[in-house]
């Protein structure tokens, strides 16, 4: 079987829409034929060179697609089924997953950077039969893509694909900050600091927890628009004064304290001591943005005093079987946002379109909607 995708040679180059050929599926291995792939900024990491992973590689972790065809040990979906992929497989018998923990999953960690699934194989192969690496287990800018069984999560069919595809990666990462991890409480004070993707979702999350304040910080004032409609009850951008002056609105709001709940969503040193700043003694402070792995950062030690509890999260907590059906059906109840932020969509065929637009700042949600 042979089918397009989008590869990427070298680092700092454009993708080529090439034919791939699939290999003999595995017995766990599931087929999805894709029909919406988000664009993330860890693809652009990877591209750039932020991100070392092995080439030649098909990005994209954000995808959504009906099942083709399942290996003979396949249980948990069908031919038919409508998924979502997720980028976080695991085995389920590993030392961490047997601790409640696949995220960090053994043979996902040990395989995922090299290109590899969970069992160390790669699918793919370019024309001329050689090797072509997977990313983050999901590889979904392409007409189809083969991921593991705990990869290919089942949802329900109303939802469309470009709108079920987000769910795999920034809609999961801040609503379950907030709803599974820091555990917003009703009648709490809560501070995102970046309006970005992932952001957004968490002020959703901080909204469905019913959370009575949730600040909304960042520099771009549609995305503060946008976290209005996400559900912010305050604004704050640079209009508002400096950092000093923004922790002080949110200080104003709760009695001298600070925000109970506070999720740094933006990446960096500053955003990180302001998220530090604006988080009560005894609050929670939820990290989901980053920077380079090998950079460091320096903050103001106390800052983190005071009894603050701090927890870093790559996906919010994800328990994909359980969470991301659930947050399939809050869309379709009308009580997701999701439509607003796509703000742009492409062929594959035009993929680096959207990377230069995200070069630029001048989307949201790029997706790109696959043709067969």
């Given at each position: 079987?042979?089918?397009?995708?989008?590869?990427?040679?070298?680092?700092?180059?454009?993708?080529?829409?090439?034919?791939?050929?699939?290999?003999?599926?595995?017995?766990?291995?599931?087929?999805?034929?894709?029909?919406?792939?988000?664009?993330?900024?860890?693809?652009?990491?990877?591209?750039?060179?932020?991100?070392?992973?092995?080439?030649?590689?098909?990005?994209?972790?954000?995808?959504?697609?009906?099942?083709?065809?399942?290996?003979?040990?396949?249980?948990?979906?069908?031919?038919?089924?409508?998924?979502?992929?997720?980028?976080?497989?695991?085995?389920?018998?590993?030392?961490?997953?047997?601790?409640?923990?696949?995220?960090?999953?053994?043979?996902?960690?040990r395989h995922q950077?090299?290109?590899?699934?969970?069992?160390?194989?790669?699918?793919?192969?370019?024309?001329?039969?050689?090797?072509?690496?997977?990313?983050?287990?999901?590889?979904?800018?392409?007409?189809?893509?083969?991921?593991?069984?705990?990869?290919?999560?089942?949802?329900?069919?109303?939802?469309?694909?470009?709108?079920?595809?987000?769910?795999?990666?920034?809609?999961?990462?801040?609503?379950?900050?907030?709803?599974?991890?820091?555990?917003?409480?009703?009648?709490?004070?809560?501070?995102?600091?970046?309006?970005?993707?992932?952001?957004?979702?968490?002020?959703?999350?901080?909204?469905?927890?019913?959370?009575?304040?949730?600040?909304?910080?960042d520099l771009d004032?549609?995305?503060?628009?946008?976290?209005?409609?996400?559900?912010?009850?305050?604004?704050?951008?640079?209009?508002?004064?400096?950092?000093?002056?923004?922790?002080?609105?949110?200080?104003?709001?709760?009695?001298?304290?600070?925000?109970?709940?506070?999720?740094?969503?933006?990446?960096?040193?500053?955003?990180?001591?302001?998220?530090?700043?604006?988080?009560?003694?005894?609050?929670?402070?939820?990290?989901?943005?980053?920077?380079?792995?090998?950079?460091?950062?320096?903050?103001?030690?106390?800052?983190?005093?005071?009894?603050?509890?701090?927890?870093?999260?790559?996906?919010?907590?994800?328990?994909?079987?359980?969470?991301?059906?659930?947050?399939?059906?809050?869309?379709?109840?009308?009580?997701?946002?999701?439509?607003?932020?796509?703000?742009?969509?492409?062929?594959?065929?035009?993929?680096?379109?959207?990377?230069?637009?995200?070069?630029?700042?001048?989307?949201?949600?790029?997706?790109?909607?696959?043709?067969?």
């Amino acid at each position: 079987m042979r089918y397009r995708a989008a590869v990427l040679h070298a680092t700092g180059g454009r993708h080529s829409i090439e034919e791939v050929e699939l290999q003999p599926l595995a017995p766990g291995d599931v087929l999805v034929r894709l029909h919406a792939s988000g664009l993330c900024h860890t693809d652009l990491e990877v591209i750039e060179g932020a991100l070392p992973y092995p080439l030649p590689i098909v990005l994209g972790h954000e995808g959504a697609g009906v099942v083709e065809r399942v290996g003979d040990a396949v249980v948990a979906v069908k031919p038919g089924d409508h998924v979502v992929c997720s980028w976080n497989p695991h085995c389920g018998h590993c030392f961490y997953c047997e601790r409640d923990q696949p995220i960090l999953c053994e043979p996902f960690s040990r395989h995922q950077p090299a290109g590899r699934l969970l069992d160390g194989g790669s699918r793919y192969r370019l024309a001329g039969g050689r090797m072509l690496n997977h990313f983050s287990t999901t590889s979904t800018h392409a007409q189809y893509t083969v991921v593991p069984e705990s990869g290919a999560i089942a949802v329900p069919r109303e939802i469309p694909f470009d709108r079920a595809c987000l769910i795999g990666c920034g809609v999961m990462t801040g609503v379950g900050a907030a709803v599974r991890l820091a555990r917003v409480e009703p009648g709490s004070t809560a501070v995102v600091v970046g309006c970005g993707a992932v952001g957004l979702h968490a002020i959703q999350g901080a909204r469905l927890q019913q959370a009575d304040a949730i600040v909304a910080i960042d520099l771009d004032p549609a995305r503060l628009a946008l976290a209005r409609a996400c559900g912010a009850t305050h604004l704050l951008g640079p209009a508002d004064g400096d950092a000093a002056a923004q922790v002080a609105f949110v200080k104003g709001l709760s009695g001298g304290r600070g925000a109970d709940f506070v999720f740094e969503c933006a990446g960096g040193e500053a955003p990180l001591q302001l998220a530090l700043d604006c988080t009560r003694p005894g609050g929670s402070l939820t990290i989901l943005g980053k920077v380079a792995v090998d950079r460091k950062v320096s903050l103001r030690f106390g800052s983190m005093m005071g009894e603050r509890r701090i927890l870093r999260s790559s996906y919010g907590g994800a328990r994909p079987r359980r969470d991301f059906p659930w947050l399939a059906r809050l869309y379709l109840d009308g009580r997701l946002e999701l439509d607003a932020l796509i703000t742009q969509r492409l062929p594959l065929e035009r993929i680096d379109e959207g990377f230069d637009a995200m070069r630029a700042g001048r989307t949201l949600r790029t997706v790109l909607e696959i043709a067969h």
